[in-house]
């Protein structure tokens, strides 16, 4: 019996992949969670709601903004350099991570199921209203008297609810009803 040609791998093999980045090759499936457009800040936009919206966010990032370069500048005025350093910063650091939750939840969309609870864009438009209040209150807080623990539970407070709303927003909205 004469040995057979055949092999048992296959002779057509898939073609190779393509040339592709370093994120790519070395972390499939990364979304990027930092990238946000600055477009959801445009106030150039015929909807009145998501004009509303975009103003909310812009004095919520605006005061936070604002009172972080004041909290630097009392820093400079004591002459404590390595506060004042450190207070750029976490200003600078700050004031990225507050857009991007900002952000994300003004172009949130769909609905997500929270402790078994609907949440919506009017949800979302809600807190970014309140936000604006508060903040503006904050600041008012901060220049009639309010006290530094007042300010910091504020402060510490708002970033807390405002990321964890944004986190709400990066969950996959559910499937409408069927009622098929």
Not at 1 to 28: I, K, T, V
Not at 139 to 147: A, E, K, S
Request: charged share 10%; proline share 5%.
């Amino acid at each position: 019996m004469a040995p057979s040609n055949q092999s048992s791998f296959p002779q057509d093999l898939p073609p190779r992949p393509q040339a592709s980045s370093w994120r790519e090759r070395n972390c499939p499936g990364f979304r990027g969670c930092w990238s946000f457009s600055w477009e959801a800040y445009s106030l150039a936009t015929g909807d009145l709601a998501v004009m509303v919206r975009r103003i909310c966010m812009i004095i919520t990032l605006g005061i936070r903004t604002a009172l972080s370069i004041l909290g630097v500048i009392f820093r400079a005025y004591s002459g404590s350099i390595g506060g004042m350093v450190i207070g750029i910063i976490l200003a600078v650091l700050g004031f990225l991570f507050v857009a991007w939750c900002l952000a994300k939840i003004g172009e949130a969309t769909g609905t997500r199921k929270v402790l078994g609870a609907n949440i919506g864009r009017w949800h979302f438009d809600i807190f970014l209203l309140a936000c604006a209040l508060i903040h503006i209150g904050v600041i008012v807080g901060f220049f009639t008297g309010m006290g530094n623990t007042g300010f910091l539970i504020s402060w510490y407070g708002m970033w807390i609810l405002i990321f964890a709303v944004a986190w709400i927003t990066t969950w996959a909205p559910e499937p409408p009803n069927s009622y098929v």
